[in-house]
């Protein structure tokens, strides 16, 4: 049982500090499978907990990384062998259970994806938490209703981030129109080229509505920011339309009201990504290997290594990440 590699996290006087270290197999949590990683992504929950912020983790040594994707090195589980390929996303791992950044992690049978045929465990990260929430919130969406057929834009708030990025390539593959949300002018470029058709700038939407009614304007939105965004989505949606909600990163506070519920039949989807039954997330993940080609993957993507991280973390926080970065944990 030779030792590898692991970003390991320690509190000390309310202070959380990461370190890189070298751990054994038995220094893992328990667990069905014993997964050798390949790669990991750095997500916006991932900052949260690299800086010790949101609470998400209560118990040091701590190792985060809330997905991964690798070889199966070991299982007492029927349901996988060695050798096989699988991918993990939710179930608190990084959070509540050790994560995926280190060489090898211990988790559950049930909590594993096969990895979809086509795929490979880099770019099954370039989609990794952030582009399969991404797709259950558009699932989500169809479900309630949602075509390109219905006509008007469909808003992506924060989308030069990972969600937002891969949420515009989605929609724009499914033949919507999108319109993207960004703070950033020096990303409109970028979002074009992802297949956004329209781009708003995110003062625009990121104020709480003036009125509880605003001109109908979207035919769905993908929201990963929450707060004051959110709000102004609500009121601003077109007859009978929804907003997926699955981020909040600007707060969990709604200062909206019911008109948009009772007057327009609004609704708000809420996305977990972390529970979420095996039928769904096999779904969503066909969906992804269908609708995304590799190489637009990789174009989107830049690697970090697991000394990287503590410093791109406060930077996802900040806002100044574009697009994923796929963590490679053997480097």
Not at 193 to 216: C, H, N, Y
Request: with cysteine; aromatic share 6%; net charge neutral.
């Amino acid at each position: 049982m030779s030792d590898f590699p692991a970003l390991m996290l320690d509190e000390d006087a309310g202070k959380v500090r990461a370190s890189i270290r070298r751990l054994s197999e038995a220094d893992l949590p328990a667990g069905d499978v014993l997964v050798r990683i390949d790669y990991s992504t750095l997500n916006y929950k991932d900052g949260l907990i690299l800086n010790g912020l949101g609470r998400l983790v209560r118990t040091y040594p701590h190792v985060p990384g809330i997905d991964f994707a690798g070889t199966v090195e070991a299982s007492d589980s029927a349901a996988y062998k060695p050798g096989d390929k699988v991918l993990l996303t939710g179930w608190r791992v990084g959070e509540t259970h050790w994560g995926g950044f280190a060489a090898k992690a211990r988790v559950k049978a049930d909590w594993l994806v096969p990895l979809p045929e086509g795929l490979t465990a880099r770019r099954a990260m370039a989609i990794g938490t952030a582009g399969f929430t991404a797709m259950l919130a558009i699932n989500a969406l169809e479900d309630h209703g949602l075509r390109p057929a219905n006509g008007g834009d469909v808003l992506v708030t924060g989308a030069a981030g990972g969600l937002g990025s891969i949420a515009v390539v989605l929609l724009s593959k499914l033949g919507y129109a999108v319109a993207a949300s960004t703070g950033r002018a020096s990303q409109h470029d970028y979002l074009r080229g992802l297949g956004a058709t329209s781009l708003i700038d995110r003062a625009e939407i990121g104020v709480a509505p003036p009125k509880p009614l605003l001109s109908e304007r979207w035919s769905g939105v993908v929201d990963s920011v929450g707060g004051t965004t959110l709000a102004n989505c609500v009121a601003s949606l077109r007859m009978r339309a929804a907003v997926a909600s699955c981020g909040n990163a600007g707060g969990v506070e709604f200062s909206g009201t019911v008109l948009p519920f009772l007057l327009r039949g609004a609704s708000i989807l809420g996305i977990d990504s972390v529970m979420c039954p095996l039928p769904r997330r096999l779904e969503a993940w066909k969906r992804l290997t269908e609708l995304i080609p590799g190489e637009l993957l990789d174009s989107l993507t830049e690697e970090a290594r697991l000394s990287d991280l503590p410093e791109l973390g406060g930077k996802i926080l900040k806002g100044e990440i574009r697009g994923r970065v796929v963590v490679d944990v053997n480097r």
